[in-house]
């Protein structure tokens, strides 16, 4: 009697956790399904070294950081899905959650709905495996920093070895060929107050930097097959 009133109560809390990650973290964990997913959402702005304004929906680095080590470690979790819909954010703190998210040994899924821009770039092709909804677009343009930047050769080094490192990694984790990439970086007639591009789902794929044109049932069926043809990542 005691042990079933202790897996009630256990039962009880881990409920009220999962309510807790959903409503602060966008996270959820599906138990009753074919394989045991963890779905994160990243949306609004990347929070980095700075707190954004209260109105500003945002997704915040330090939240998903450890969250990534704990899927990476949970044996019970088989898949990672990961929902963009990003204007994107901080810089650095984007590109950390992408170089965390592309190292690891759990399936990984990213579908972008809606957008995927700026440091969103490198986060959707960050998986294993990449999909984009038709309706989705997905903004590329060179690195800016807000607030006072010093018009020194140091600031312009700084600029020059961040798009680099940005560069690097979507071409490491995507198709598109580094002709392609830097040509829509340095775009100059398309955003009229920017350089750069804004692509659509069908043009991504077409070009390499999202691996698939799909919806969410594709992502899922492409998670779980994942998921079968992977070998346990622990005895």
């Known amino acids: 009697m005691d042990n079933e009133k202790e897996k009630s109560d256990t039962s009880a809390e881990e409920r009220v956790h999962e309510a807790e990650l959903t409503e602060k973290l966008g996270e959820t964990v599906s138990h009753n399904s074919k394989h045991l997913i963890h779905c994160l959402s990243v949306v609004g702005q990347i929070e980095g070294h700075y707190v954004l304004a209260e109105q500003n929906k945002t997704t915040k680095y330090e939240h998903i950081i450890p969250a990534l080590v704990a899927v990476e470690q949970d044996r019970s979790v088989e898949g990672l899905l990961i929902i963009l819909n990003t204007v994107g954010g901080d810089v650095e703190a984007g590109l950390a959650i992408a170089e965390l998210i592309s190292g690891m ?9 809606g957008g995927g821009h700026s440091i969103g770039v490198p986060l959707a092709v960050s998986a294993k495996t990449s999909f984009i909804v038709p309706t989705a677009s997905m903004t590329i343009h060179p690195v800016r920093m807000n607030g006072t930047v ?3 050769p140091q600031t312009l080094s700084y600029f020059d070895k961040m798009q680099d490192r940005i560069v690097s990694f979507v071409l490491r984790n995507s198709n598109i060929s580094e002709e392609d990439f830097r040509r829509l970086l340095t775009n100059t007639e398309e955003l009229v107050t920017d350089v750069g591009s804004v692509i659509e789902g069908e043009e991504a794929v077409r070009l390499g930097l999202i691996d698939k044109l799909g919806c969410l049932s594709d992502a899922m069926e492409c998670l779980y097959d994942m998921i079968e043809h992977t070998e346990k990542r622990y005895a």
């Not at 040994?105 to 709905?113: A, F, G, I, Q």
Request: charged letters at 10%; glycine letters at 8%.
């Open 105 to 113: 040994k759990t399936p990984t899924v990213s579908l972008v709905v």
């Open 150 to 152: 010093l018009g020194v």
